[in-house]
């Protein structure tokens, strides 16, 4: 188990090695001079390339590459283009945010998701199977800042339960979970991230759990005289690894996706932040932002990996 | 004499989907005493597993549709309820399942899934199912039980897997065994040792069993009673010794006379010209009959009644007389 950890962990360095240079040169790839938006228009020949030289956009490209690259290993992340402060400080900041709400997210898609796949499976094609393919097909097909959107006029606009935006007139630094007045904020966004992964759970679960119940082992569990709900136990064991890897894809894509969710919300997440650096050319606060999404989604695989050979003896082998 | 351990009587299984109905088994009827070993012999398809699931009611509640009466232990197994049926499975009657490969848990220990039926029944502790588990391993004869007691369904080879099976559905000592060709699956050697505990276990315990096989060696070494099926329907029944040496019902006829001594045993069945019949699209009479070199008219007309032909035996043919002479013949010497 630890030398196939081990294993798994040297796997992922060459990926995050891959991640950095997309993440790099994508920026690059990208239209528009990132100095344009820094300068006055009445700069001088002279002020632009001080300012290019200060910011090392003079140089050739590897090596502005290696140079963010050994800059980016000790956590040094530039500093904003816009805000002056440095982009590890706001990255993080704004990062704890995304991730809290895409963790509940998660967890509560999760649990209703597998609940309803499992149910589904036990009852395929009567009611509460239709129901809940219906609920995954909403779920799954419907985009979900349109749903945000959607949610947005109906609880905040026409119902006035909860607020339509932000976090709190206190904003980030004092928000607080357990508080109604701070936690009301991220309702409307959570329940709009969870859809997706309420889909395609669900989804993913019914299919896993059924496809169990056909196999020729339940037979011997029911000859066995083992209830429904001792049987149950056995399906989803056996459906968990493939389940877990879905879940953590699907926060892998919350985590990165929040772009859109987040703007609808201006939620203070990654999302936003990386949408406020596009908007402004901001390019080290945007590279910075990137590559920490990139580098959290490899890191939700590599665990994801690790727990499915925990659940599946069969798997620690290969 | 006293009430047979399991007693059927008319047992009939139609399988319903929404365009056709099959009957896979029509009207069936044997009994087995306490400690007797009954073999079904049939060609694939002729409704073995299907009676096997039947008698333990593990088909599709759904789509089978179940009739007749199943007499086991003094319960009518067709009228119990869930709780009652459930206690019934694993304890009283247990099943051994024709391929090893895949009837058992890929997620658990052979450990934990034996203990589990053990805990399910007695209601013993964690430490006396496992110490119960391991009596079962060292019971079916698995080398160095303590460490298969660990080990997960894949890293045990077919005959092993079968043992543990085996070992499972002897936990709690059930008065019948369902064995569906437990040894077709597996090499010829292990075949033979598989079988030879099975023997060997059900001297000791003095179960009931139900084997069912294709292997007419098989049978002849383990068997007190045959019943042959065909198409879902039992045509020739009785003492192993009668119906092997003097078989009456053309089927078991060219069935015995097609396996020359020496030949692989497995190879036997094919050799009756012709292939079995659809059983969503029966014939009105004998369903042997487009195969049978005895046919006549009535047997495609009417289907023919069971017919006593000696002591505890029975055939379901109209041509019982036509067909003698000629097994005498073909009879090997
Ligand atoms: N769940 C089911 N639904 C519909 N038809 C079934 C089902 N199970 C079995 N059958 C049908 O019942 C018939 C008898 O099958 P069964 O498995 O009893 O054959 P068998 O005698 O055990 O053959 P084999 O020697 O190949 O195991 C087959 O035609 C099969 O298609
Ligand atoms: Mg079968």
Partial sequence: MWIYALHRLLYAIPIALGVSVICFALVYLAPGDPVQSLIPADATEEDIAAIKRLYGFDKPLVFQYFDWLGRALTGDLGTSLQTNRPVLEDVTRAFANTLAIALIAVTLAFAVAFTLGTLAAYNVGRPIDRIATSISTVGVSVPNYWMGIVLVIVFAVNLRWLPATGMGATGSENFDWLDWDSLKYAVLPVVTMAMIPLGVVTRSTRSAVADILSQDFVQVLRAKGLSNTRILVHAVKNALPQILAVMGLQLGYLIGGSILIETVFTWPGTGLLMSKAILTRDIPLLQGTILFLALTFVLINLIVDLLQTLVDPRMSRA | ?333
């Fill in chain 2, 1 to 333: 004499m006293t009430a047979p351990l399991l007693d059927v009587r008319g047992l009939t299984v139609r399988f319903h989907s929404r365009r056709s109905s099959a009957t896979a088994v029509d009207d069936v009827s044997f009994s087995l005493a306490a400690g007797e070993v009954l073999c079904i012999i049939g060609e694939s398809g002729s409704g073995k597993s299907v009676t096997m699931r039947a008698l333990m009611r593990l088909l599709p509640e759904r789509r089978a549709e179940i009739s007749g009466r199943i007499g086991l232990d003094g319960n009518d197994v067709l009228s119990l309820g869930d709780r009652a049926l459930n206690a019934l499975r694993g304890d009283t009657v247990s099943m051994v399942f024709q391929e090893p490969m895949t009837a058992l848990d890929p997620v658990f220990t052979i450990g934990d899934q034996i203990a589990e039926t053990v805990r399910r029944h007695r209601g013993a502790s964690r430490a006396e199912a496992e110490a119960r588990a391991l009596e079962l391993l060292k019971l079916v004869r698995i080398p160095s039980p303590e460490r298969r007691l660990r080990a997960y369904p894949h890293e045990l080879s077919g005959g092993l897997r079968q043992r543990a099976m085996i070992a499972l559905a002897l936990s709690c000592q059930p008065k019948l065994l369902l064995a569906d060709e437990p040894t077709t699956a597996l090499d010829a050697t292990v075949q033979i040792q598989v079988l030879v505990l099975l023997k060997r276990l059900q001297a000791e315990i003095g179960m009931g069993i139900v084997f069912v096989t294709h292997d007419l060696g098989v049978a002849a070494q383990i068997a007190d009673k045959v019943a042959v099926m065909y198409a879902g329907r039992i045509v020739e029944y009785g003492p192993a010794r009668d119906v092997l040496l003097d078989p009456r019902h053309p089927y078991t006829i060219g069935m015995l006379s097609s396996t020359v001594r020496g030949q692989p045993r497995d190879r036997d069945i094919e050799a009756i010209p012709g292939s079995p019949p659809d059983l969503a699209a029966l014939p009105p009479g004998c369903a042997f009959a487009p195969r049978c070199r005895f046919a006549v008219d009535a047997c495609r007309a009417a289907l023919p009644p069971v017919e006593e032909v000696g002591p505890g035996r029975s055939a379901r043919c109209a041509r019982l007389a036509a067909a003698r002479p000629a097994a005498a013949a073909a009879a090997p010497a």
